[in-house]
Nanobody
Framework: QVQLVESGGGLVQPGGSLRLSCAIS????????MGWYRQAPGKQRELVAA???????NYADSVKGRFTISRVDAKNTVYLQMNSLKPEDTAVYYC?????????????WGQGTQVTVSL
């Protein structure tokens, strides 16, 4: 049973920072592209940032320049450093691990962590 354990969410004021962490229990972490998604109330889940095994990253336009995704393969962990947070960043943030080329495809999700940006 693969588990993704997220941590680091919470309440922060606008302009503040948070760092999310996600640890995954798989034997070959380097096989996976890791991503952070978020879902705000009444909205669809959206990709925030992703990083592949080679370290290439991509970001949603709304977070470019403010958020940084990184991974430490030796710790089976992915991070999301969030700076200059805005109220519109408020959402439940989900960690994802994907290796869709595998047979069967691997696609795992964390339980989500709440991020609230408010005064």
């Amino acid at each position: 049973q693969v588990q993704l354990v997220e941590s680091g969410g919470g309440l922060v004021q606008p302009g503040g920072s948070l760092r999310l962490s996600c640890a995954i229990s798989v034997s070959r972490f380097s096989d996976y592209t890791m991503g952070w998604y978020r879902q705000a109330p009444g909205k669809q889940r959206e990709l925030v940032a992703a990083i592949n095994s080679g370290g290439s990253t991509n970001y949603a336009d709304s977070v470019k320049g403010r958020f940084t995704i990184s991974r430490v393969d030796a710790k089976n962990t992915v991070y999301l450093q969030m700076n200059s947070l805005k109220p519109e960043d408020t959402a439940v943030y989900y960690c994802n691990a994907a290796a869709l080329y595998k047979i069967p495809p691997h696609d795992y999700w964390g339980q989500g962590t709440q991020v609230t940006v408010s005064l």
